[in-house]
Protein backbone atom coordinates (compact mmCIF):
# COMPACT_ATOMS: atom_id res chain seq x y z
CA UNK A 1 0.00 0.00 0.00
CA UNK A 2 1.03 3.45 -0.21
CA UNK A 3 3.37 4.84 2.23
CA UNK A 4 4.01 8.06 3.98
CA UNK A 5 4.19 11.27 1.56
CA UNK A 6 5.54 14.38 1.46
CA UNK A 7 5.21 17.20 -0.16
CA UNK A 8 7.22 19.14 -1.62
CA UNK A 9 9.95 17.18 -1.74
CA UNK A 10 12.71 20.40 -2.35
CA UNK A 11 11.40 23.92 -1.48
CA UNK A 12 13.44 26.75 -1.47
CA UNK A 13 12.10 30.30 -0.45
CA UNK A 14 13.61 33.93 0.43
CA UNK A 15 14.16 34.63 4.23
CA UNK A 16 11.16 36.10 6.01
CA UNK A 17 8.59 34.21 3.52
CA UNK A 18 5.79 31.41 5.12
CA UNK A 19 6.31 28.24 3.57
CA UNK A 20 3.75 25.12 4.36
CA UNK A 21 5.16 21.54 4.40
CA UNK A 22 2.48 18.82 3.76
CA UNK A 23 2.60 15.65 5.44
CA UNK A 24 0.19 12.33 4.21
CA UNK A 25 0.49 9.50 6.61
CA UNK A 26 -0.28 5.99 6.04
CA UNK A 27 -4.07 5.38 6.20
CA UNK A 28 -5.39 4.70 9.23
CA UNK A 29 -2.59 5.69 11.29
CA UNK A 30 -3.42 7.53 14.73
CA UNK A 31 0.23 9.04 15.20
CA UNK A 32 2.00 11.26 13.12
CA UNK A 33 5.16 12.87 14.21
CA UNK A 34 7.23 15.62 12.38
CA UNK A 35 10.90 15.49 12.64
CA UNK A 36 13.80 18.21 11.46
CA UNK A 37 17.06 16.85 10.19
CA UNK A 38 19.34 19.84 9.98
CA UNK A 39 22.71 19.74 7.53
CA UNK A 40 25.46 17.68 9.61
CA UNK A 41 22.92 17.62 12.47
CA UNK A 42 20.94 14.45 13.70
CA UNK A 43 17.60 14.01 13.71
CA UNK A 44 15.45 16.37 16.12
CA UNK A 45 11.93 15.68 17.11
CA UNK A 46 9.73 18.61 16.54
CA UNK A 47 5.51 17.95 17.04
CA UNK A 48 3.62 14.82 17.85
CA UNK A 49 0.05 14.04 17.12
CA UNK A 50 -1.85 11.62 18.22
CA UNK A 51 -5.81 10.94 17.55
CA UNK A 52 -7.54 13.25 19.31
CA UNK A 53 -5.32 14.71 21.85
CA UNK A 54 -3.36 17.85 22.16
CA UNK A 55 -0.23 17.42 20.14
CA UNK A 56 3.09 17.45 21.90
CA UNK A 57 4.70 20.63 21.05
CA UNK A 58 7.62 20.24 22.77
CA UNK A 59 10.18 20.24 20.26
CA UNK A 60 8.96 22.90 18.00
CA UNK A 61 12.10 25.34 18.19
CA UNK A 62 10.22 29.02 18.11
CA UNK A 63 7.21 30.23 18.09
CA UNK A 64 7.49 30.83 14.12
CA UNK A 65 6.64 26.97 13.97
CA UNK A 66 3.24 25.63 14.09
CA UNK A 67 1.54 22.54 12.62
CA UNK A 68 -2.01 21.12 11.95
CA UNK A 69 -3.24 17.70 12.07
CA UNK A 70 -6.65 18.24 9.67
CA UNK A 71 -9.06 15.11 10.35
CA UNK A 72 -6.93 12.78 11.84
CA UNK A 73 -5.12 12.60 8.78
CA UNK A 74 -3.22 14.90 6.55
CA UNK A 75 -0.75 17.53 8.72
CA UNK A 76 0.84 20.90 7.53
CA UNK A 77 3.91 21.81 9.22
CA UNK A 78 3.84 26.16 8.88
CA UNK A 79 7.27 27.71 8.94
CA UNK A 80 6.51 31.73 9.45
CA UNK A 81 9.10 34.10 8.65
CA UNK A 82 11.73 31.52 7.56
CA UNK A 83 15.20 31.92 8.78
CA UNK A 84 18.82 30.55 7.37
CA UNK A 85 19.04 28.23 10.14
CA UNK A 86 15.19 26.91 9.52
CA UNK A 87 16.77 25.40 6.34
CA UNK A 88 16.76 21.24 7.08
CA UNK A 89 14.88 18.50 5.76
CA UNK A 90 11.98 18.32 7.39
CA UNK A 91 10.30 14.62 8.12
CA UNK A 92 7.45 13.17 8.60
CA UNK A 93 6.49 9.72 10.40
CA UNK A 94 3.11 7.93 11.21
CA UNK A 95 1.98 4.85 13.10
CA UNK A 96 -0.11 2.64 14.27
CA UNK A 97 1.59 1.59 17.24
CA UNK A 98 4.55 2.97 19.35
CA UNK A 99 7.13 0.17 18.25
CA UNK A 100 6.64 1.04 14.27
CA UNK A 101 7.24 4.63 12.92
CA UNK A 102 7.08 4.50 8.75
CA UNK A 103 8.98 7.66 7.45
CA UNK A 104 8.08 9.91 4.39
CA UNK A 105 11.06 10.81 1.60
CA UNK A 106 11.37 14.26 3.75
CA UNK A 107 10.88 17.97 2.83
CA UNK A 108 14.33 19.59 1.92
CA UNK A 109 13.56 23.08 2.94
CA UNK A 110 16.19 26.09 1.94
CA UNK A 111 16.01 29.29 3.19
CA UNK A 112 17.91 31.97 0.56
CA UNK B 1 26.27 15.96 26.65
CA UNK B 2 23.48 14.14 24.71
CA UNK B 3 20.84 11.86 26.37
CA UNK B 4 21.86 9.68 23.16
CA UNK B 5 24.96 8.39 22.11
CA UNK B 6 26.53 6.49 19.18
CA UNK B 7 29.54 5.50 18.41
CA UNK B 8 31.69 5.50 16.48
CA UNK B 9 30.53 8.24 14.19
CA UNK B 10 32.19 7.18 10.82
CA UNK B 11 33.03 3.64 10.44
CA UNK B 12 34.65 2.18 6.91
CA UNK B 13 34.71 -2.00 6.89
CA UNK B 14 35.54 -4.41 3.84
CA UNK B 15 32.74 -6.22 2.26
CA UNK B 16 32.44 -8.95 4.25
CA UNK B 17 33.46 -7.57 7.83
CA UNK B 18 31.63 -8.09 10.83
CA UNK B 19 30.03 -4.78 11.87
CA UNK B 20 29.19 -3.07 15.59
CA UNK B 21 27.72 -0.11 15.88
CA UNK B 22 27.02 1.55 19.92
CA UNK B 23 24.15 3.48 21.56
CA UNK B 24 24.42 4.40 24.95
CA UNK B 25 21.50 6.49 26.73
CA UNK B 26 20.97 8.52 29.82
CA UNK B 27 17.25 8.41 30.47
CA UNK B 28 14.42 6.01 31.07
CA UNK B 29 13.46 4.89 27.86
CA UNK B 30 10.50 2.28 27.07
CA UNK B 31 11.88 0.91 24.07
CA UNK B 32 15.19 1.84 21.42
CA UNK B 33 14.81 2.05 18.06
CA UNK B 34 17.62 1.58 14.98
CA UNK B 35 16.78 3.46 12.26
CA UNK B 36 18.47 2.91 8.63
CA UNK B 37 18.91 6.48 6.46
CA UNK B 38 20.52 5.98 3.06
CA UNK B 39 22.20 8.87 0.98
CA UNK B 40 18.67 9.88 -0.75
CA UNK B 41 17.67 10.33 2.67
CA UNK B 42 14.89 7.89 2.78
CA UNK B 43 14.86 6.40 6.94
CA UNK B 44 13.58 2.78 7.22
CA UNK B 45 13.26 1.37 10.55
CA UNK B 46 15.54 -1.76 11.29
CA UNK B 47 14.63 -3.04 14.90
CA UNK B 48 12.19 -1.87 18.07
CA UNK B 49 14.14 -3.39 21.27
CA UNK B 50 12.74 -3.26 24.92
CA UNK B 51 15.03 -6.62 26.04
CA UNK B 52 17.21 -8.93 24.88
CA UNK B 53 17.75 -9.52 21.32
CA UNK B 54 16.30 -9.48 17.46
CA UNK B 55 17.59 -10.75 14.42
CA UNK B 56 16.45 -10.13 10.68
CA UNK B 57 18.80 -11.56 8.09
CA UNK B 58 22.47 -10.25 8.42
CA UNK B 59 21.55 -7.73 11.27
CA UNK B 60 21.28 -8.15 15.28
CA UNK B 61 20.59 -6.23 18.18
CA UNK B 62 20.43 -6.51 21.36
CA UNK B 63 19.89 -4.09 24.13
CA UNK B 64 20.95 -4.18 27.52
CA UNK B 65 18.35 -2.03 30.02
CA UNK B 66 20.22 -1.81 33.41
CA UNK B 67 23.40 -0.52 31.01
CA UNK B 68 21.60 1.48 28.88
CA UNK B 69 22.99 0.40 25.83
CA UNK B 70 22.55 -1.22 22.59
CA UNK B 71 24.75 -2.80 20.17
CA UNK B 72 24.06 -3.10 15.94
CA UNK B 73 25.80 -6.47 14.49
CA UNK B 74 25.74 -6.46 11.02
CA UNK B 75 27.47 -9.63 9.53
CA UNK B 76 28.70 -10.41 6.22
CA UNK B 77 28.64 -6.84 5.25
CA UNK B 78 27.87 -5.73 2.21
CA UNK B 79 28.06 -2.52 0.23
CA UNK B 80 24.24 -2.01 0.03
CA UNK B 81 24.31 -1.98 4.02
CA UNK B 82 26.79 1.57 3.27
CA UNK B 83 23.91 4.24 4.98
CA UNK B 84 24.24 6.22 8.03
CA UNK B 85 22.38 4.35 11.38
CA UNK B 86 20.72 5.84 13.97
CA UNK B 87 19.70 5.19 17.52
CA UNK B 88 16.11 6.41 18.59
CA UNK B 89 15.00 5.62 22.33
CA UNK B 90 11.56 6.06 23.47
CA UNK B 91 11.17 8.27 26.78
CA UNK B 92 8.02 8.63 28.86
CA UNK B 93 5.95 9.58 25.48
CA UNK B 94 6.39 8.43 21.84
CA UNK B 95 8.33 10.83 20.73
CA UNK B 96 11.91 9.96 20.02
CA UNK B 97 15.21 11.44 20.40
CA UNK B 98 18.00 10.31 18.14
CA UNK B 99 21.52 10.25 18.55
CA UNK B 100 23.98 11.47 15.50
CA UNK B 101 24.27 8.53 13.86
CA UNK B 102 27.09 6.40 12.67
CA UNK B 103 28.03 6.76 8.68
CA UNK B 104 29.21 3.69 7.45
CA UNK B 105 30.69 2.56 4.17
CA UNK B 106 31.44 -0.60 2.92
CA UNK B 107 34.31 -1.29 0.60
CA UNK B 108 34.06 -4.54 -2.19
Given at each position: ?112 | KNEVE ?17 CSYSVGI ?38 KH ?19 V?H ?5 I?G ?9
Amino acid sequence: GAGVSQSPSNKVTEKGKDVELRCDPISGHTALYWYRQSLGQGLEFLIYFQGNSAPDKSGLPSDRFSAERTGGSVSTLTIQRTQQEDSAVYLCASSSRPDEQYFGPGTRLTVT
Amino acid sequence: KNEVEQSPQNLTAQEGEFITINCSYSVGISALHWLQQHPGGGIVSLFMLSSGKKKHGRLIATINIQEKHSSLHITASHPRDSAVYICAVRHNTDKLIFGTGTRLQVFP
